[in-house]
């Protein structure tokens, strides 16, 4: 089970390499104005985490469900939907580009924002970066740049394979989710049933965020907004194994994985229907 992740995370990451190109997500980031990314900023690394501990505060939560919620709000960027973003309506370059963003800035912001949470929580809880570059190369860059040297390379295959990677990565993601849940039966039983309310609350959250922060629903606005809820679960879960060690953080992770993915399909009918127009063929 513990190579299903990596694999995952692998497939996906070559599937999103082999949709971008070096200029295209250059021009993808200069379309965004200095103010626009420190809102981008906000609404990716800030508001999601202050909104995890508010939902701890208001709802009777216990501590593992809201460090739950709190770890899986510090990690954006997951490598998800950026294949399916066009077909949805939404630009799979931006989605695409949001990622490789999200990836840069994780190593020095996270472990910033868990030292804070733990802070708060009384906890000295202390994430090395240089691991996290570790991981960000190894898991996404790494399998990136394959993606993109392929599509250079062999341009007719990586259509064909894209498609393929996509799906059998996603595949091995939720059987991965489900794998968890279903070992971890005894813990799932002493969770808060409050996590079925807060998860879903945390994805909307993220949504508004963007929406809030960057104004008017344009196709790239309303593309980087479903994409804020995407958060990097994966990532979350090495975490908490790693610095956390408490199992019982689980399920609250878990929970966001699947109400995310209902919110994010929910939010692209939506969104079709408020006539977004796809900036790219399929």
Not at 113 to 139: E, N, T
């Amino acid at each position: 089970m513990k190579m299903l992740l990596p694999a995952a995370v692998f497939m996906l990451m070559v599937s999103v390499g082999m949709s971008l190109s070096p200029r295209q997500l250059l021009d993808n980031w200069r379309r965004l104005t200095p103010a626009i990314w420190m809102k981008l900023v906000a609404a990716t690394f800030l508001l999601p985490p202050l909104l995890a501990l508010l939902l701890g505060h208001f709802l009777p939560l216990d501590g593992p469900t809201t460090a739950g919620l709190f770890l899986v709000s510090v990690v954006p960027g997951a490598p998800l939907m950026t294949r399916g973003a066009a077909k949805k309506g939404f630009d799979r370059q931006i989605a695409g580009s949001y990622q490789v963003w999200g990836a840069l800035l994780t190593p020095w912001i996270i472990p910033l924002l868990i030292w804070g949470g733990g802070w708060l929580y009384g906890r000295d809880i202390w994430v090395s970066p240089m691991k996290l570059v570790g991981v960000v190369v190894q898991q996404q860059f790494a399998p990136l740049l394959l993606g993109m040297a392929l599509m250079w390379l062999a341009p007719s295959f990586s259509i064909k394979a894209q498609r393929i990677l996509n799906q059998v990565g996603n595949a091995l993601l939720i059987f991965m989710l489900i794998l968890v849940l279903y070992k971890m039966g005894p813990t799932l039983a002493q969770a808060s049933p409050w996590v079925a309310l807060a998860a879903p609350i945390l994805a909307i959250g993220c949504i508004l965020a963007v929406r809030l922060l960057l104004g008017r629903a344009t196709p790239v606005v309303q593309t980087l907004s479903i994409c804020n809820a995407n958060r990097h679960v994966g990532l979350a879960l090495l975490l908490s194994g790693q610095h956390i060690q408490d199992q019982r953080l689980i399920p609250a992770i878990a929970a966001y994985a699947l109400a995310a993915m209902a919110v994010m399909g929910l939010y692209a009918k939506l969104a079709s229907r408020d006539g977004i127009e796809s900036s790219q063929s399929t």
